[in-house]
């Protein structure tokens, strides 16, 4: 942000959230590099070294032009431990309580008792750390909202999230907030769960890729070993299941409009993004995670990763959606989380809190300017999952 | 004493060279002191008015800069920046949040201070070490204090470990859950690290304070709380009112620990004005609005300073 | 050396009048003082002198010079602050050494005169220390040793032995007057107390609310005060004032008191005002055993007995109060009765009003 | 006399133990950070919370020097931070000079506000409320004027605004030294012949530089703690230490044990100071209110 206002020229490239393409975009900061792509090709959308989709489009495209090259891959993963889940005693326990066998939940509603089932908070561990802080809350709330075909904003920006979708999906995720988790799902801040899976404290964690890395190092970890990786659980919508998963922050490459040698630059960036340097960067660093379809069978990746959770990963990357990625997106991002994370600590009522943060986007929108944010949304609802826009079709949630 | 300044070099020797008739106008009074707050008027007008001056321009105009164009070519707006700020609940509800924090950071560090200070009026072992460590809070970089702070009052961290180890594993508090207790858990942190500095205020001026009207008083028999209460605090008072503008004005800035600690939150219930301007110029971008919101605030610490401080320069 | 002149000096602070145009004249190497009550403008001249203030109105002469332009670090005129303003960061030496130092005095000269003036001072032995352990005269010591090290054109002194114990004030009010007389510096010495004017001063100005009431050697002033002010403050314990009628019997004037009657003798009298001042020192009050033509019975009051003095305050029959000074004789107390008789040839008429001296002395 | 002397007695143990604990409320925070400081990660927040580290480790200040050394598996993660020399190198720099610069600047006007009323009677109260102003209210204004200067990411940008937001302290505690420095002092010297410059430089100065010092050393912390303005001004160039130690976030967390052991050793260099002119702090603080 200040780099827009300071625009010094200093940087020739920029590392972002690429959900700040929006802001960068409009504000003339970062250039269009869609002439560029046509020149050198950085094998995003197609051929055998491509993103996996929808990675392809929302870290690169604002308006449908591509301002970016994603550099990341932060859909949010899924941890259990293993070693309490393939424990028979536990199996018995759940079908006795719950009539069916014990398996990786496929549903919310399975979920959520699955959840309840292996909360043990008198041993010292929690069912699930789900973030239900300042920066993160919403996101297992949205994971919920889109997977039951909502959408943040219909076709004319007005909010859709004060809706029987929405409201569920946070009563449903407010009571697992307040009856299955430590407290400090809300009123830690994000690190938390980086401490509170690997200490053993919580059987469940949703969070990015990295918790997985750094639950498995016995280094740090007292569950080394005993970490388990499962796909998100979805909404069953006529017999087809619907996953959503979050994609949250990631990072993109950038051109500065103000840099010194911007064509140049572009070069760099795809070059460090291109298919060989980005593998190594990612399975060397480990702060970057793999977005290249190639990767995820590649044998110095699965060394990273482990052999079971890079497939599960590739899953999990199909069905990510994107931040909101308009104009102001921090702002309605933030908006957003505030009120649900007073919801989550029981100050605000679902429906209410949801329509205050309905409302302040509306006043957002409004003073950014209505007409260029509907242009933007129609563009970045498409660069949304191929199973959610299906669904939101069924369900005619926008015109076509 | 303006008035006894002496006239400028004398005029009769007109050919005295520029250098000595230089020399000599430095030792003219208003002429010298002149010369000596000219470096800090410039610094003034550079880091002050000058801001203020593009402040209040900026208050006025709609300009982000994600709008692609220059902040000087920005389209007016007139008031509708201030418009907005009244309609802005989140903006009152940070003033207000910073007033409280003002009321209770400033009221408790001035009798924990006050305290102290009474207490270290006299001599006992070790008060040379005591008096440091009392001081060295206010060393540690503030973002530490938020951090050390944090992580002791953090759902599962040390204090709520230390009540369940006392009342039982039902005791502990959810600190940074409720609105009020987030607020009072990093009024505490400001508390720890801003005592010091009242109690170096008052300490210092309870030091200075002449002994004979103690000595006079406690001759015709008064006990200490009278003492304290008609002799010492009367003549404490400048130094008590000094101290209290200060940490008062500083306490409505409180920005780091609250960063630190809960970020606002939950939700905006622990938002003060520093952290809600910082966020909406530096993360949301309008900054207009922030603009306009600094220009209010300004406003209303100069009508403050006006019928609050002026009282005390006079008296 | 030189000879100081001020002319018509006026100041004022604010609203309050410091200086109502002061005039005088100091002779070189003589030793003027300047005495009068707190706040009469003692201090206020000496700094217009120094140039540490500047006259509303009014100029000042150093020797033939007019100096109201000169700056005061050039004016070569040293002072004596009432508090001394020593430099608690530096040792008695270099405190002496400072004006030297800055006149650029070769360092071997420095030396010589800062021992001498210390030795004239007997301060030989503080030089190498600070002065924050000295007692208080060795302080003020120090203080006219910085002054004098440089011969200044006038010593300003503002009362500088004015908080020492009487003892040592003496001791340095005689070791003052000997150095003004060894060195024949041109000094000039506020006070507020008589005794230290008149054994030091030539002579004296009394001053009051900032105006001159009377100039002159002390001796003079001592007999023929122009006013009761004057009269009043040069003198301990001071005179006594007892207001009278003046009434005309026949060709005779009198002076009515209820307590007593005076007629007044001698020839031009016609001018007095009805009502007047009768002023007569205790000295000049004598104690008579026996009621003999003229004497006023008394009653004695209080008894102070200092050595072979008494200070008597003695009642008269009307209740008024007089103080007097015995020497010798009988011890008396309180409630003894006695007559006592006015030396006329030693008393004073002032006006009632305006304070000036209207007869005397001698009635 | 016997109650009397056993009421001092008890006085004097109730003061020692109301020292003791004082002590202890205001160690304990600090005893936080540095038992933190030496722990391993997994043990940072961890339950139960121990005092004395289970595996006490030197890997977090190593990792200040030497981020991407992978000591206990703190390296690796913070690989992304840079090493914690170019922010002290800022810190060291644009602190000294931002402090020396204030207390110069504001012992000249303090010194001209209280002998000669320079500038006006009200002066001193308008540069106070200078130090009222929350700072992000001028951040605004001032990062597009930095900008136009080309000072953004600059030691020069922290210097000017670390000075100038400094100033009213540095004027208003040395104005009470000033002041109690008697006036007739520099008029002596004025009348041994002395100029005005040579006045304040030999005389006053050397009579007030134990409040010069205190009033230092207070301006050092408030400079050398400042967060706000550097994280705002500074992006890379010139980061100082608080926002280094907001710079130890990563892909896994906040590290808490680098940041506590940086601010650890970031203290060290003011408690030392602090201790060595204790005495000048203590006098330092009256802001010549109290005059006897």
Redesign the interface.
């Known amino acids: 942000?200040?780099?827009?206002?300071?625009?010094?020229g200093?940087y020739d490239v920029f590392l972002t959230f690429c959900n700040w393409i929006g802001?960068?975009a409009?504000?003339?900061?970062i250039v269009d590099q869609t002439a560029w792509w046509e020149k050198y090709d950085p094998e995003v959308d197609h051929g055998p070294n491509r993103y996996v989709a929808p990675l392809d489009r929302f870290t690169t495209l604002y308006k449908g032009r591509r301002y970016a090259l994603g550099a990341d891959d932060d859909a949010f993963s899924l941890f259990y431990r293993k070693d309490i889940m393939d424990n028979p005693d536990e199996a018995k326990a759940f079908e006795d309580r719950y009539g069916r066998p014990l398996e990786l939940p496929k549903t919310w509603k399975e979920f959520d008792e699955w959840i309840a089932f292996f909360d043990r908070p008198d041993e010292?561990i929690r069912g699930a750390h789900m973030y239900a802080?300042?920066?993160f809350a919403y996101t297992a709330w949205a994971a919920r909202f889109i997977s039951k075909g909502g959408a943040y904003f219909d076709d004319n920006m007005d909010p859709l999230i004060v809706s029987d979708e929405g409201v569920t999906a946070l009563e449903e995720q407010i009571r697992l907030t307040q009856d299955h988790m430590?407290?400090?799902a809300?009123?830690?801040?994000?690190?938390?769960?980086?401490?509170r899976f690997?200490?053993g404290?919580v059987f469940f964690a949703w969070a990015?890729a990295?918790?997985g890395?750094?639950a498995q190092?016995p280094?740090?970890?007292?569950i080394a070993g005993k970490v388990g990786y499962m796909d998100a659980p979805g909404t069953m919508h006529d017999g087809e299941l619907v996953k959503a998963v979050p994609h949250v922050v990631g990072w993109s490459f950038s051109i500065s409009r103000y840099g010194k040698a911007p064509e140049a630059a572009y070069c760099f960036i795809q070059w460090f993004t291109g298919p060989a340097v980005g593998l190594d960067a990612i399975a060397r660093?480990?702060?970057?995670d793999a977005f290249r379809e190639p990767w995820f069978d590649d044998a110095k990746m699965k060394e990273a990763y482990g052999e079971e959770f890079l497939p599960v990963l590739h899953s999990l990357t199909q069905n990510a959606f994107p931040d909101i990625s308009l104009?102001?997106a921090?702002?309605y991002l933030?908006n957003l989380n505030?009120?649900l994370?007073?919801a989550?600590?029981?100050?605000?009522g679902a429906e209410r809190a949801l329509k205050d943060a309905a409302d302040s986007w509306q006043q957002i929108t409004d003073?950014i300017g209505r007409l260029g944010q509907i242009e933007a949304w129609r563009a970045e609802r498409q660069n949304y999952p191929q199973p959610i826009q299906d669904l939101w079709a069924k369900l005619g949630r926008f015109p076509s | 004493m303006a008035s006894s300044g002496h006239p400028l070099a004398d005029t009769s020797e007109g050919r005295a060279s520029f250098l000595s008739r230089l020399r000599r106008a430095v030792d003219e009074e208003r002429f010298f002191g002149t010369l000596l707050i000219t470096p800090m008027q410039l610094l003034l007008w550079f880091l002050l008015i000058i801001p203020t001056i593009i402040v209040i321009y900026l208050s006025l105009v709609a300009w982000?800069?994600?709008?692609?164009v220059d902040w000087w070519q920005a389209p007016f707006a007139f008031l509708r920046n201030y418009a907005q700020i009244f309609q802005d609940g989140r903006f009152w509800a940070a003033i207000g949040r910073s007033l409280g924090v003002v009321v209770a950071a400033g009221g408790l560090e001035f009798a924990v201070g006050l305290g102290l200070a009474l207490l270290f009026m006299r001599d006992f072992p070790g008060k040379r070490i005591v008096t440091s460590v009392i001081l060295y809070p206010m060393m540690l970089p503030w973002v530490v204090v938020g951090l050390a702070f944090y992580l002791l009052f953090?759902?599962?961290g040390p204090v709520n470990f230390v009540l369940t180890q006392w009342f039982g594993s039902g005791a502990?508090v959810?600190?940074?859950?409720?609105?009020l207790l987030?607020m009072g858990t990093i009024v505490l942190a400001d508390i720890w690290q801003w005592t010091p500095f009242l109690f170096l205020i008052l300490y210092s001026g309870l030091g200075a304070l002449p002994k004979d009207p103690v000595e006079a008083a406690m001759n015709l028999g008064a006990n200490r709380w009278q003492i304290f209460r008609h002799v010492t605090l009367p003549m404490l008072k400048p130094v008590i009112l000094i101290a209290l503008v200060i940490r008062a004005l500083e306490a409505f800035k409180i920005f780091d620990l609250v960063f630190v600690m809960?970020?606002?939150?939950?939700?905006?219930?622990t938002e003060t004005i520093s952290l809600y301007i910082y966020?909406v110029g530096?993360?949301?971008?309008?900054?207009s609005y922030a603009a306009a919101m600094a220009v209010l605030i300004l406003v209303m610490i100069t009508l403050v300073t006006r019928f609050a401080i002026q009282p005390i320069e006079e008296g | 050396m030189a000879s100081v002149r001020v002319e018509g000096l006026r100041k004022a602070f604010g609203d309050t009048e410091a200086l109502r145009g002061i005039s005088f004249e100091v002779r070189d190497g003589e030793f003027f003082s300047l005495l009068g009550p707190p706040g009469a403008g003692k201090t206020t001249t000496l700094r217009i002198i120094a140039g540490l203030e500047s006259p509303d109105e009014g100029r000042v002469w150093l020797g033939e010079e007019i100096v109201d332009r000169v700056h005061p670090k050039d004016r070569d005129v040293a002072m004596v602050f009432e508090d001394l303003a020593l430099y608690p960061h530096w040792s008695a030496f270099d405190n002496i050494a400072h004006p030297l130092k800055l006149r650029k005095v070769p360092l071997g000269e420095i030396e010589e005169r800062v021992r001498a003036i210390a030795g004239m001072l007997k301060i030989d032995h503080l030089l190498d220390r600070r002065p924050g352990t000295f007692s208080g005269g060795e302080r003020r010591r120090v203080a006219i040793g910085r002054a004098l090290v440089r011969r200044p054109r006038v010593l300003l002194l503002d009362q500088p032995l004015s908080d020492l114990d009487a003892k040592i004030r003496q001791e340095m009010a005689g070791e003052l007057k000997r150095l003004q007389a060894e060195t024949g510096q041109t000094m000039i010495y506020a006070t507020h107390d008589y005794e230290e004017a008149v054994s030091m001063a030539d002579r004296i100005m009394v001053i009051h609310q900032g105006q001159e009431e009377q100039t002159g050697a002390p001796q003079a002033l001592y007999r023929e005060p122009d006013s009761s002010f004057v009269a009043a403050f040069i003198g301990s314990p001071a005179m006594n004032f007892v207001p009278c009628k003046v009434e005309r019997a026949g060709g005779e004037l009198v002076l009515q008191h209820r307590a007593f009657t005076l007629s007044l003798a001698g020839e031009g009298l016609l001018s007095l005002p009805d009502e007047v001042l009768l002023g007569i020192r205790p000295e000049h009050i004598r104690i008579e055993a026996a009621r003999t033509p003229g004497a006023l019975p008394a009653e004695v009051d209080i008894v102070q007995v200092l050595g072979e003095e008494q200070v008597l305050d003695l009642r008269l029959e009307d209740g008024t109060t007089l103080k007097a000074i015995v020497v010798g004789g009988v011890e008396l107390k309180a409630g003894d009765p006695l007559f006592i008789r006015l030396e006329r040839e030693r008393a004073f008429l002032f006006d009632q009003v305006s304070g000036r001296r209207i007869l005397g002395p001698g009635l | 006399m016997e109650s009397r002397r056993l009421r001092e007695f008890t006085d004097a143990v109730l003061r020692w133990l109301a020292g003791i604990i004082v002590c202890a409320i205001f160690l304990l925070p600090l005893i936080w950070v540095l038992s933190i400081s030496f722990k391993?990660?997994?043990e940072?927040?961890?339950?139960p919370p121990r005092l004395i580290p289970e595996k006490i480790t030197t890997s977090n200040y190593v990792v200040l020097f030497q981020p991407g050394n992978p000591v206990?598996?703190v390296g690796?993660?913070v690989?992304?931070a840079e090493p914690v020399t170019r922010a002290f190198i800022n810190s060291i720099i644009v602190v000294p000079i931002a402090t020396a610069a204030s207390l110069v600047i504001g012992f000249l006007a303090a010194y001209a506000t209280t002998r000669f009323q320079a500038g006006g009677k009200s002066l001193p109260l308008f540069v106070l409320t200078t130090r009222m102003f929350p700072p992000v209210a001028f951040a605004v204004p001032l990062?597009?004027y930095f900008?136009a200067l080309?000072l953004?990411?600059t030691q020069l940008a922290l210097i000017l605004m670390y000075t100038g937001f400094t100033i009213a302290f540095s004027l208003w505690m040395t104005r009470g030294f000033i002041e109690g420095v008697p006036k007739s002092i520099e008029e002596a010297a004025i009348l041994d012949g002395a100029s005005r410059w040579r006045v304040l430089f030999t005389i006053t100065l050397p009579l007030v530089k134990g409040g010069l010092a205190a009033t230092g050393l207070f301006v050092f912390i408030l400079n050398w703690t400042e967060f706000l303005l550097a994280q705002?001004f500074t992006?890379?160039q010139a980061i100082t230490i608080p926002v280094q130690v907001s710079h130890y976030?990563?892909?896994?967390?906040?590290f808490y044990g680098p940041m506590a052991a940086l601010g650890v050793v970031a203290s060290i260099p003011v408690v030392v100071a602090g201790y060595i002119i204790q005495r000048h702090l203590v006098t330092g603080f009256t802001f010549g209110l109290v005059r006897e």
Not at chain 1, 1 to 8: D, G, K, L
Not at chain 4, 44 to 47: D, F, G, T
Request: aromatic share 10%.
């Open positions: 942000m200040n780099e827009a206002v300071v625009r010094t200093d802001d960068m409009e504000s003339g900061l010292g802080e300042r920066y430590w407290p400090d809300v009123t830690g801040d994000w690190s938390v769960a980086y401490s690997p200490e404290s990015w990295s918790l890395k750094w190092d280094e740090t970890s007292k660093v480990g702060t970057l104009r102001g921090a702002e933030d505030l009120n994370q007073q989550f600590a029981g100050q605000k003073r | 982000e800069p994600r709008m692609g953090l759902d599962r502990t959810e600190w940074f859950k409720n609105p987030a809960t970020g606002g939150g939950p939700g905006t219930s966020r530096f993360v949301f971008g309008q900054l | 391993p990660p997994e940072w927040i961890a339950y206990g598996g690796a993660m690989s992304a990062l597009v900008r080309g953004i990411d705002i992006s890379r976030v990563g892909a896994v967390g906040r």
